[in-house]
T-cell receptor, first 117, second 113 residues
C-alpha cells in the first residue's frame, strides 16, 4: 500500500502557543486529505476534508480558526492548532486518498500525540 | 445519514480461538466497507475492504470479512487468533458519492495465552 508520513509523532507545547502537524504522501499524489481527532479509547472523529488547492471543509463543531488546514501541494497537508489549550490535547491522525488505484481507500499516517501543558 | 455500529466494545479470546467482530452499517445504498486495525499509539492499518463483487473478502494477517446486504453487516473473522492480534479494530464505511470515511466506535480485542 501507499505510505503516508505524519510528523511529528508526538509534541508537547505550552498553552497559548501554536503547533503544526505535517502529513505527507510519499509515493502517490494525495488529491484529498482528511484530518481526524481521536480521544483515548474512542473512535476517530473527522475534523475536516481538504482538497489540494482548495479551502478545507470542516465538520460541524470544528473551529476552523483554531484548526488551520493547508493543502498546498499534492503531497503535503498541514494542520496547525492555534493558541493551543490543554483541552486540545489529543491524538491527531491524517489520511490521504489519490486518484486511480489510489482512490479506493484512504491511507493513514502514524498519528501525532499532542499534549498541551 | 451514514453510520456504523460496532456492538462489542471489548472482546477477550484465548490464543488459537476463532474470532468474529461485528459491524453493522446504515446507508441508503451499498457503501464501500473497510476494516482497520490500530495498535496503541499508532495509525490505522487496512485489513481488508469490500468495494463490489464477491461478498467474502480476504485480507491480511489471515482475516476475512463477509458482506451481507440483507443484514447490513460486514463482520470480521479469523479462524485462529494470535497474541499479536490484540489491538483496536475499526469498521468504516464510505458512500459512493462522498469522500468521508465514517468509523464505528471500535472493538478492543484482548488475547489471552
Amino acid at each position: 500500500g501507499a505510505v503516508v508520513s505524519q510528523h511529528p509523532s508526538w509534541v508537547i507545547c505550552k498553552s497559548g502557543t501554536s503547533v503544526k502537524i505535517e502529513c505527507r504522501s510519499l509515493d502517490f499524489q494525495a488529491t484529498t486529505m482528511f484530518w481526524y481527532r481521536q480521544f483515548p479509547k474512542q473512535s476517530l472523529m473527522l475534523m475536516a476534508t481538504s482538497n489540494e488547492g482548495s479551502k478545507a471543509t470542516y465538520e460541524q463543531g470544528v473551529e476552523k480558526d483554531k484548526f488551520l488546514i493547508n493543502h498546498a501541494s499534492l503531497t503535503l497537508s498541514t494542520l496547525t492548532v492555534t493558541s493551543a489549550h490543554p483541552e486540545d490535547s489529543s491524538f491527531y491522525i491524517c489520511s490521504a486518498r489519490g486518484t486511480g488505484v489510489w482512490n479506493t481507500e484512504a491511507f493513514f499516517g502514524q498519528g501525532t500525540r499532542l499534549t498541551v501543558v | 445519514a451514514q453510520s456504523v455500529t460496532q456492538p462489542d466494545i471489548h472482546i477477550t479470546v484465548s490464543e488459537g480461538a476463532s474470532l468474529e467482530l461485528r459491524c453493522n452499517y446504515s446507508y441508503g445504498a451499498t457503501p464501500y466497507l473497510f476494516w482497520y486495525v490500530q495498535s496503541p499509539g499508532q495509525g490505522l492499518q487496512l485489513l481488508l475492504k469490500y468495494l463490489s463483487g464477491d461478498t467474502l473478502v480476504q485480507g491480511i494477517k489471515g482475516f476475512e470479512a463477509e458482506f451481507k446486504r440483507s443484514q447490513s453487516s460486514f463482520n470480521l473473522r479469523k479462524p485462529s487468533v494470535h497474541w499479536s492480534d490484540a489491538a483496536e479494530y475499526f469498521c468504516a464505511v464510505v458512500g459512493h458519492n462522498t469522500d468521508k470515511l465514517i468509523f464505528g466506535t471500535g472493538t478492543r480485542l484482548q488475547v489471552f495465552p
